[in-house]
């Protein structure tokens, strides 16, 4: 294997995500820098795979950097692993590429599990342009403050939360940005895998009715001027709110049916035996 740093994204829940390429990367390179050292055993486990592992988190990556790049100038190949998904999305990872490009060090992504794109493509909000912003301020002002300065943005907001800050964080962004469409997308890939879909106050009072809110959190609200996603209005309601908004009949059949995936032809049949 060809000395390198090589980025490799693995499972964000379920263990059988992981891809061919990944696995043969793992049992192939000489060193495993890892978030947590103790997280990644189980999956090495799993798979019957042995490497030497060093961490590599939050507080020590500065340091691990270097010592990365030095390895693999002296001809190692170091694959590093975050907890679940890419490294270096809301994970460490950022500083190491960061060193490898400084010093002439080839890095090579490995594809796989990432949680921004599994929660988007299944959210039922647009996916033709997005804005991931990872955490959000902890504070109640900041985070109001910096939703307030995407209210104009049209892409989904995509947004990384704590399950203990998600019930504020909802209020926040209902007071920024209006009661808009949102999803909360929980423990993507497990067990318990959960996408609570609707307005930005009713996911809240959804969710506040129940004794806790755990495990991994996506949030995504929907842009400026989204339609509501088909789940949240029947296709006959849109045709009619589109004609109300001034479009003609034609129009808002043909805009209706492309939101919902389907042909003009059935757009019109649906609304046609809503008549009857």
Do not use: W
């Not at 490294?87 to 599990?113: L, M, N, T």
């Not at 209902?174 to 009713?202: C, I, N, W």
Request: net charge negative; charged share 25%; aromatic share 4%.
């Amino acid at each position: 294997m060809d000395a390198a740093v090589y980025l490799v994204a693995t499972p964000i829940g379920n263990l059988e995500d992981i891809t061919l390429r990944a696995l043969r990367t793992l049992r192939e390179c000489d060193l495993i820098a890892c978030e947590d050292t103790r997280h990644t055993r189980k999956l090495l486990s799993r798979y019957e795979i042995q490497k030497p592992l060093i961490s590599c988190h939050e507080h020590n990556e500065h340091e691990r950097a270097r010592e990365i790049v030095e390895r693999v100038q002296s001809g190692q190949a170091v694959a590093i692993v975050s907890d679940a998904g890419l490294p270096g999305i809301s994970d460490p990872g950022y500083r190491v590429v960061q060193a490898a490009i400084a010093a002439g060090v080839r890095v090579i992504p490995i594809p796989g599990p990432s949680a921004v794109d599994t929660a988007v493509v299944a959210s039922g909000l647009p996916t033709d342009s997005f804005l991931y912003l990872g955490f959000l301020p902890a504070k109640s002002g900041q985070r109001i403050t910096a939703l307030e300065a995407l209210a104009g943005q049209k892409p989904t907001l995509v947004i990384y939360e704590a399950p203990h800050r998600l019930l504020r964080t909802l209020e926040d962004a209902q007071s920024a940005l209006g009661d808009r469409q949102a999803v909360v997308a929980r423990e993507l890939t497990k067990t318990h895998e959960e996408f609570l879909r609707g307005t930005l106050s009713e996911t809240h009072a959804n969710l506040a009715a129940r004794e806790s809110v755990k495990g991994e959190i996506v949030l995504l609200i929907a842009g400026a001027g989204a339609a509501p996603p088909a789940a949240a209005l029947p296709l006959t309601e849109r045709v009619r709110q589109l004609i109300a908004e001034g479009a003609s009949p034609m129009a808002a059949l043909k805009t209706a049916a492309k939101e919902y995936g389907i042909s003009k032809r059935e757009a019109y049949s649906l609304v046609e035996d809503s008549k009857t």
